[in-house]
């Protein structure tokens, strides 16, 4: 890898690695901050993002005395394009196009930022009861949270001509969200919960899918539309 494909992977990597101790240490004892689980989340947040920056300038420091000419890439397996095209962008322009285009990444990404938001959502509302339908007034803030990520990356997806985004997010998030439920709501039905967010994300999946098939119709019909003027 080039070391600007490492620089931005590195945020995904970093939340995967953090969000994995937040659910793994949170609901233990030796773990407890004041504030409880919901600070721990918060905490978990701030470090994701502030340790995705000093590692991002860290392999750039490192990357200066180096040269990456000779060395072959893995960006174009990880984007779908050749570096050459990341380096007309700014960085943050090429990470957003990054994790647009990428599903293992922004999956990555997405599971790490659902595992602090489940431990501050769960620690908020782990006292609240179970909705007569059996959801858990987090598991219902959470959800809203998967479908307000979906919405926006189906948005820019679409506008930037981009689909492996938006399936790693849902995969991601509904990943790490299951995991929060079954963590920190002693109560959760584990089978339940996970039929629930495998159908959200089956449901989230089909409607990208249409919306892409949509985008394409319309595109088709307007090239065939402006086909025969152009001939004449």
């Known amino acids: 890898m080039t070391r600007r494909t490492y620089r931005l992977l590195a945020p995904g990597l970093v939340f995967t690695a953090i969000g994995v101790l937040v659910l793994w240490l949170g609901p233990t004892p030796a773990f407890q901050l004041r504030g409880g689980l919901a600070m721990a989340g918060a905490f978990a947040l701030v470090l994701q993002v502030v340790i995705s920056l000093f590692v991002i300038t860290s392999i750039d420091d490192l990357g200066e005395r180096r040269h990456d000419a000779g060395r072959r890439s893995l960006a174009p397996a990880l984007t779908g394009q050749r570096d050459a095209s990341l380096q007309r962008l700014t960085f ?11 599903a293992v990444a922004m999956a990555l990404f997405a599971f790490g930022l659902a595992a602090s938001l489940s431990a501050i959502v769960d620690g908020r509302l782990a006292d609240q009861d179970f909705t007569q339908s059996g959801y858990h007034p987090s598991e219902i803030v959470l959800a809203a949270l998967l479908v307000a990520g979906a919405i926006f990356l189906a948005v820019a997806g679409t506008r930037a001509g981009y689909i492996g985004g938006y399936f790693g997010w849902c995969v991601g998030f509904a990943f790490a969200a299951v995991l929060g439920q079954e963590r920190f709501i002693t109560e959760t039905d584990e089978g339940s919960t996970l039929s629930t967010w495998i159908r959200l994300v089956l449901i989230l999946a089909v409607a990208r899918v249409l919306l892409w098939a ?9 090239h065939r539309s402006h086909a025969p003027a152009a001939a004449v």
């Open 214 to 222: 949509v985008v394409k119709g319309v595109g088709w019909l307007r």
């Open 92 to 102: 943050p322009q090429a990470v957003a196009q990054f994790y647009l285009q990428s």
